[in-house]
């Protein structure tokens, strides 16, 4: 259950405004040699809006959502987070957290907190050992049963949508794109190939994720069709019974199961408990420019500003 629900990274979403990487013209140019252009493309361009994510799947689910079902860009951002957890596993979530910011038509800003939160039973010193060293491995921070805090990305999504969601899509409706992409499959690419094998050894410490990312050791290649039965039927759960489904119902009871079988720390009380947070946007100025980001528990908004603050006094 841990390889279908647990993601240990976190899934960032900038809405309203969502962005899309340029490539710009690149002049090179040699010694004694005419002047050659590089290949290029030109920036893409939309009238109303365009969404950016990791995955290209995802992204146009995204985009079938403003374009041909009438949801706004907060609409776009939860079905394309739910669509990452099938397409990209390394960093796209159910079981996990992240944080949202937007941007809102009339210019106000503000974010919301879904981080994931430590279990009651931590305590401060839950990752050392009785010599005192940092514990590596199984039962640290970082990997294993105990390094999961208590999932956001379910809450974080459900605020998102209640409050600032255009109210002509319903939550089963962002979540089907998704569930389908899990219960038909997608077409491997070859950045995920080489991802999920160059991670074997990890993978492959837990039955579950070996069966489910490694193909029971057969390795998924490039071309190859990923179906998710399990993550599907998660979906489903959430789309019939909704949020509560996840922190309370079956799907609950899968994730605190499985971990209080391996030495986990969450309880259904944890998971009964999590709440997203609303929180105000931070701002600094640069040169002119105004900078919104996000605040804390995220260290980036704030790193951000100091660092731009401090560079303001010297030349461009």
């Known amino acids: 259950?841990?390889?279908?629900?647990?993601?240990?990274?976190?899934?960032?979403?900038?809405?309203?405004?969502?962005?899309?990487?340029?490539?710009?013209?690149?002049?090179?140019?040699?010694?004694?040699?005419?002047?050659?252009?590089?290949?290029?493309?030109?920036?893409?361009?939309?009238?109303?809006?365009?969404?950016?994510?990791?995955?290209?799947?995802?992204?146009?689910?995204?985009?079938?959502?403003?374009?041909?079902r009438g949801g706004n860009a907060i609409d776009a951002a939860i079905a394309v987070a739910f669509a990452l957890a099938v397409t990209h596993p390394a960093a796209g979530n159910l079981g996990g957290g992240g944080f949202m910011m937007i941007r809102l038509k009339d210019g106000r800003t503000t974010t919301i907190d879904y981080r994931e939160m430590a279990p009651a039973a931590a305590t401060r010193n839950i990752y050392i050992d009785k010599n005192?060293?940092?514990?590596?491995?199984?039962?640290?921070?970082?990997?294993?049963?105990?390094?999961?805090?208590?999932?956001?990305?379910?809450?974080?999504?459900?605020?998102?949508l209640k409050k600032y969601g255009s109210h002509r899509l319903t939550w089963a409706q962002l979540i089907e794109p998704a569930r389908r992409l899990?219960?038909?499959?997608?077409?491997?690419?070859?950045?995920?190939?080489?991802?999920?094998?160059?991670?074997?050894?990890?993978?492959?410490?837990?039955?579950?994720?070996?069966?489910?990312?490694?193909?029971?050791?057969?390795?998924?290649?490039?071309?190859?069709?990923?179906?998710?039965p399990d993550l599907a039927a998660t979906f489903a759960r959430l789309q019939q019974?909704?949020?509560n489904e996840f922190y309370e119902g079956q799907t609950a009871r899968l994730i605190v199961d499985d971990l209080k079988a391996h030495n986990g720390l969450l309880t259904m009380e944890d998971m009964r408990g999590y709440v997203a947070k609303e929180r105000e946007t931070l701002h600094g100025n640069y040169r002119g420019h105004e900078i919104i980001s996000m605040p804390p528990p995220s260290s980036g908004g704030a790193v951000l500003i100091e660092m731009l603050s401090a560079n303001r006094g010297f030349d461009r």
């Open 1 to 68: 259950m841990r390889a279908t629900t647990i993601s240990r990274t976190t899934l960032r979403i900038t809405t309203t405004l969502l962005l899309v990487a340029v490539t710009a013209s690149l002049i090179l140019q040699t010694q004694n040699a005419p002047t050659t252009l590089a290949a290029s493309r030109e920036p893409i361009r939309a009238r109303h809006g365009i969404v950016a994510s990791t995955n290209e799947v995802a992204s146009k689910v995204g985009v079938e959502i403003m374009e041909k």
């Open 132 to 160: 005192g060293n940092v514990i590596q491995g199984e039962g640290g921070s970082i990997e294993g049963y105990r390094a999961a805090g208590v999932p956001g990305t379910v809450r974080g999504m459900e605020l998102a």
């Open 182 to 228: 899990a219960a038909n499959g997608f077409t491997v690419t070859n950045t995920l190939a080489r991802g999920l094998r160059g991670n074997r050894e990890y993978l492959s410490k837990y039955p579950e994720t070996k069966r489910i990312y490694l193909n029971n050791g057969k390795f998924y290649n490039e071309g190859d069709t990923f179906v998710q």
């Open 241 to 243: 019974h909704g949020p």
